[in-house]
């Protein structure tokens, strides 16, 4: 299933902590964040319940950046919590716990329309294939973000395995 939120990603701030009163609380940018993509994941499962499985996970930010450089400085966040931001804002609505995913591939992506795309399917466990249904999982998810259809990376990759 895949799910794009057509808002600009942001990275999870590290909780703050109110020491008048002893509260955590995110960043209001974090917050936003997370409460927008709860809302555009809540829309996107339609009622469905959340997954109860091992669930595989491929996530691309798509953010504005001016230079390519600019995509590894330290003011645009760590990819971890980027990541940490999606499966957090999702729990219990797309997943029943984060504690369920049990692989994730992350992509940041230059793009002058910022969102974010993320695709998960179930993940067979102690399954012969389970590595090759992993590769054939990201390579379709790459595809998607990239706008080819997946069939024609796959046959390429498919050919390059046979040694052609």
């Given amino acids: 299933m895949k799910i794009t939120a057509n808002i600009a990603p942001v990275p999870l701030a590290r909780t703050q902590i109110n020491t008048y ?18 809302w555009i994941a809540r829309a ?3 009622g469905r ?7 595989r996970l ?9 230079k390519l450089a600019d995509m590894a400085e330290q003011n645009t966040g760590d990819i971890d919590n980027f990541v940490k931001a999606v499966l957090d804002a999702c729990n219990k609505i ?5 504690r369920s995913i049990i692989e994730v591939h992350a992509f940041k992506h230059s793009s002058n329309n910022p969102r974010v795309e ?3 399917e179930p993940a067979a466990l102690n399954n012969f294939n389970a590595g090759a249904d ?13 706008g080819v259809p997946a069939e024609f990376l796959l046959a390429d990759v498919a050919d390059i395995l046979k040694g052609r």
């Fill in 118 to 120: 993320f695709d998960f």
């Fill in 21 to 38: 009163n002893r509260g955590r609380f995110l960043a209001k940018r974090s917050q936003d964040f997370k409460d927008s993509l709860s």
């Fill in 134 to 146: 992993s590769v054939a999982f990201l390579l379709k998810s790459i595809a998607s973000a990239a």
């Fill in 44 to 46: 996107a499962m339609a």
């Fill in 94 to 98: 797309v997943w029943t716990d984060d």
């Fill in 58 to 66: 491929c996530i691309h930010f798509f953010k504005n950046y001016k």
């Fill in 49 to 55: 319940e959340s997954f109860n499985c091992p669930l």
